[in-house]
């Protein structure tokens, strides 16, 4: 697929981060684009955006609610997503939503574990599940599976437990390896990829919160703070007597940080992902981080997880957010 000129795609999560970014980028390339996010706010903002870019006539772009861990919501996206873009025939699959939280099997609680294992896992098993027999009609078809350099380095370093995002992401890299050799014998039209970002410039730190609790609202809660005291000792750092305006300063900084400090802009990344579907890659490593990161593991796997490894891995990456 050399191009996405009068393609019907479907984006999970463009409400921000990637997902928005590839929505953008489709849409000013002549590809209709049907999208789904927990966020009517935020898929509003999307469109507006796709809108102030301009969009090519013919093409066209649509939002719809869904929680992508649960089938019947994106069961009932894909009717709506066929029925306002008159297709029985999807193009263009991207598997993108995602969020973190639940990093401790023993410390954090077994809901927002699974919670963050369902959407970055299920929302891709019941994403390709939901779509396939659109994708199955169309002449070609090409599906794109967001894992992350977490789906080959389970880890944020040796301080940070990180548990349920690292084997969800595992899971989809191993899912989107074997769909290669199942689709290449049971349904040659349908290509995939498995996409490996590092650190990326998006809002996923203070959005997973807002997934996990159901509030938009910025301000952390009562419960929220008590858990973040928790997290952040954890990790070595006494903030017990830290007061709560200066924790909520604390997690904001770190969520800015996240955005604002990265290597690689979501809009970078989008670019990366869509040149990489266009010359037909199934693994597309997003970032000169990622790059390296993954040489590095290869080199030495059996040191992946020390503090030798993370402190090198720092200084050869540049990453700032362990530091």
Known sequence: MKDFAGRFAVVTGGGTGMGR?????????????????????????????????????????????????DESQLVRFREEAKAQHDSERLHLLFNNA??????????????????????????????????LPMLQAADEAHIVNTSSVN?????????????????AKFAVKGFSEALITDLARTAPNIKVSVVMPGHIGTSIVANSRKVRTGREDDALSTDELVQARAQIARMGMDVSQLPDAALQAMVDEQARRFLEDAPTTAAQAATIILDGVKADRWRILVGEDAVKLDALVRSEPEAAYTQEFFDRMLNDLGWRLGR
């Open 21 to 69: 970014e590839l929505a953008r980028q489709l849409i000013a390339e002549g590809c209709s684009v049907a999208m789904c996010d927990v966020s009517a706010k935020s898929m509003a903002q999307t469109i507006a955006l796709c809108e102030a870019d301009g969009v090519p006539q013919g093409a066209k772009v649509t939002a719809h609610i869904a929680d992508v861990s």
């Open 98 to 131: 995602g969020i973190g939280g639940g990093g401790s099997m023993v410390a954090d609680s077994r809901e927002d574990w699974e919670r963050t294992f369902n959407v970055c896992w299920g929302g891709v098993y019941l994403g390709v599940r939901t779509f």
């Open 151 to 167: 789906g080959f380095w389970a880890s944020l370093g040796p301080n940070v437990s990180h548990t349920a995002y690292a084997a």
